[in-house]
C-alpha cells in the first residue's frame, strides 16, 4: 500500500493592501521558489506594521504543504 508524504513550511507574506493579499504574496513566492505541487495552506497568525499610528502593512503567517514523497 502505497501513501503520501507531505512537507510543512511556514511563511510570513506582507502587503500594504490586506492580509488576503499577505496571504496570496506569501503562497506566490513559495511556488516560485519551490516550483512544486503546494496542497494546503493555512493562516496560522495576522498581524499588521504600524509607523507613525497608522497601519502600512498587514502580515500573515501562513503554514503551506506540498507533497514530497511516495505518490508524487
Known amino acids: 500500500m502505497s501513501g503520501s508524504i ?3 513550511i ?14 496570496a504574496n506569501a ?3 513559495a ?5 512544486t505541487d503546494l496542497r ?3 493562516v496560522v497568525e495576522m498581524d499588521v ?3 507613525e499610528g497608522k497601519v502600512r502593512a498587514y502580515r500573515a503567517k501562513v503554514r503551506l504543504s506540498y507533497k514530497t514523497g511516495p505518490g508524487l
Open 40 to 42: 494546503v495552506a493555512e
Open 6 to 8: 507531505y512537507r510543512v
Open 10 to 23: 511556514e511563511l510570513i507574506g506582507s502587503s500594504p493592501e490586506s492580509w488576503e493579499q499577505a496571504t
Open 49 to 51: 506594521l504600524i509607523e
Open 27 to 29: 503562497v506566490d513566492e
Open 31 to 35: 511556488h516560485r521558489q519551490l516550483g
